[in-house]
């Protein structure tokens, strides 16, 4: 499976931007899918998760404010982030796992390069 992410920019706190993941090698709706925000120095933090089954999962710090979706058709995850803060700042990472019933999410792909989303006035 390999996977592009892009998307990320400069954005003013408040702002809004829609991330993509373009998945090739493998049809997305098979997949659980799952994005990443990694910060310089920290680790690479779950951000949300959609499963093959449509349910999608959303960390508490972005919830209400951050919605995961996915267009089979297109073969691509999106992750819609919304009211966008200055601590949102970071490199997005997408990639495919193993969605498990009690929330725990194993990824399984390469990571990419990622994209890098900015918030600042």
């Known amino acids: 499976v390999q996977l592009q992410a892009y998307g990320g920019g400069l954005v003013q706190p408040g702002g809004s931007l829609r991330l993509s993941c373009a998945v090739s090698?493998?049809?997305?709706?098979?997949?659980?899918m799952g994005w990443y925000r990694q910060v310089p120095g920290q680790v690479r933090d779950l951000v949300a998760v959609i499963s093959t089954g449509g349910y999608t999962d959303i960390e508490d710090s972005v919830k209400g404010r951050f919605t995961i979706s996915r267009d089979n058709a297109e073969n691509t995850v999106y992750l819609q982030m919304n009211s966008l803060k200055p601590e949102d700042t970071a490199v997005y990472y997408c990639n495919p796992g193993r969605y498990y019933s009690n929330g725990y999410f194993s990824p399984f792909g390469s990571w990419g390069q990622g994209t890098q989303v900015t918030v600042s006035s």
């Open positions: 090698g493998s049809a997305v709706s098979t997949l659980d």
